[in-house]
């Protein structure tokens, strides 16, 4: 029995909550249970398990595998790494899919669950679909029949294989000095020496995984936790510098002035990248992404698609128009021309090392040729997950009538002759998401006023 049942942790793309207070044991084999009944009843296949390395995370995975194999399904538990090599194991072995025990990037006290049926993300309705499967079992509170067998446990270690694989794949033309922060994550165990086994000098920065994050938030995306990163690079004078979220899924990359270099115009280097190679290449981004990068791959021969925020949405969006590439903001790369199409922060890194490695020139010079604009980073205004999408709704009716063009792939993209605004209900947290960017200030004021003013008299009334 669950208690105090938290139907708010069933997200878009995962399920995070409060440790010990919402995901607890007791949930886990709850989940554990609901999961299998997603699974095709006739593929007698195992089901991967691993965790990162957050302090609650073992009793979680305990008791997720206890479950599992309790109800007679077996198990492989690849244990304490992060999230993509999760998804490798089920795309080289005979899996049935996956449930990794991880917040990503949330603090230290969360903890959840990311999940594949085969080889497709557990997202969307399917997550609501398995919470409202618990709360049948919970308030029938029925004993569930004992499984004919116990389900059989197998640990197993993928990182050589792993390691073995990228290294194959990404050879550089040139050694590097690279900075790597795993944030205290699971990633720094396995992308230091991958990195080194590619030619490359790394400088390890909090690649020791320690489950309360000391030393910063384990998010790339927040420009203060890249600082160590940066001072880093410029102090040892290095190629560049990569920083991983908490579960290794996310990539932030600074240059050899320990620039930031966010993830549109990181994504823009990786198009061009791809297109000299498969022209014509479909190439995948979200609407929080600046209009130089859709400018660029068109400009470059490809087809730039604006598409929903959301690695599940991106990983879906991938499979159904055939794109090699795909990429969002907050640092969540997809590669199919080499790869799996899943996102991988550890592998993307190697694909930037990569790109760098052929040119003769500093990563910092790479985007000198790409017209000059301003933007703003990520604004977020809390608003309850009840009334977000309704304030979207809203918004759109009212800037219909703007003089303006609509984009409405994820919430609201109005453009302009010389700029554009982004308003969205952020999946992840009871927030409306907005971005600005335009031609010059005095634009972006103009732009950013309008949408703003709007949101603050919605909210007012």
């Not at 004919?148 to 197998?154: A, P």
């Not at 929080?288 to 969006?317: E, F, N, P, V």
């Not at 010059?440 to 008299?457: C, F, G, P, Y």
Request: proline residues 5%.
């Amino acid at each position: 029995m669950i208690e105090n049942f938290p139907h708010h942790v069933f997200r878009e793309y995962d399920i995070r909550g409060l440790a010990d207070g919402e995901i607890t044991p007791q949930f886990s084999q709850a989940l554990a249970k609901a999961y299998l009944k997603f699974l095709p009843v006739n593929v007698d296949l195992p089901v991967v398990v691993g965790r990162d390395v957050r302090l609650s995370g073992e009793k979680l995975q305990t008791a997720l595998i206890q479950a599992l194999l309790a109800a007679g399904k077996d198990v492989i538990d690849v244990g304490v790494v992060p999230t993509p090599l999760v998804y490798y194991t089920v795309f080289t072995q005979a899996t049935a899919g996956c449930m990794m025990v991880t917040a990503s990037h949330n603090p230290a006290e969360y903890n959840g669950f990311k999940m594949m049926v085969g080889k497709q993300s557990f997202h969307g309705e399917d997550i609501q679909k398995l919470k409202d499967l618990m709360l049948k079992v919970q308030n029938k509170r029925m004993e569930e029949p004992a499984a004919v067998r116990c389900g059989q446990l197998q640990h197993l270690d993928m990182r050589q294989t792993y390691t073995d694989f990228v290294v194959q794949d990404c050879p550089l033309m040139r050694p590097l000095k690279v900075v790597v922060d795993a944030g205290n994550g699971p990633t720094g165990l396995l992308a230091a020496p991958l990195y080194r086994k590619l030619g490359c000098e790394v400088i390890a920065l909090y690649c020791e995984p320690d489950g309360r994050f000391p030393n910063h938030h384990p998010d790339p995306t927040i420009e203060a936790n890249l600082k160590d990163l940066s001072d880093m690079v410029v102090l040892h004078q290095a190629d560049l510098g990569i920083a991983f979220d908490g579960d290794g899924d996310r990539i932030g990359v600074v240059d050899e002035k320990g620039k930031i270099i966010w993830g549109d115009m990181l994504l823009l280097l990786l198009s061009r990248q791809l297109l000299k190679q498969q022209p014509k290449a479909t190439i995948v981004s979200e609407a929080k992404s600046s209009q130089l990068l859709y400018d660029d791959i068109q400009s470059k021969g490809g087809k730039a698609i604006m598409w929903r925020t959301g690695h599940s949405l991106m990983k879906a969006k991938m499979k159904e128009t055939g794109a090699l590439l795909a990429g969002e903001m907050s640092g969540h790369f997809f590669f199919a021309d080499r790869f799996f199409g899943f996102d991988d922060a550890t592998y993307a890194g190697a694909r930037v090392m990569q790109l760098l490695a052929e040119q003769s020139q500093p990563l910092s010079t790479l985007l000198d040729d790409v017209p000059k604009v301003v933007n703003t980073p990520e604004i977020l205004v809390p608003c309850a997950d009840e009334k977000k999408f309704t304030v979207v709704g809203k918004a759109k009716a009212y800037f219909a009538h703007d003089d303006c063009e609509m984009i409405d792939v994820d919430g609201m993209r109005l453009v302009f002759e010389d700029g554009w605004a982004l308003l969205r209900a952020s999946n992840t947290q009871p927030a409306l998401t907005l971005r600005f960017e335009a031609k010059n200030d005095e634009s972006l004021t103009l732009i950013r006023d309008k949408v703003m003013q709007w949101l603050a008299k919605e909210h007012s009334e």
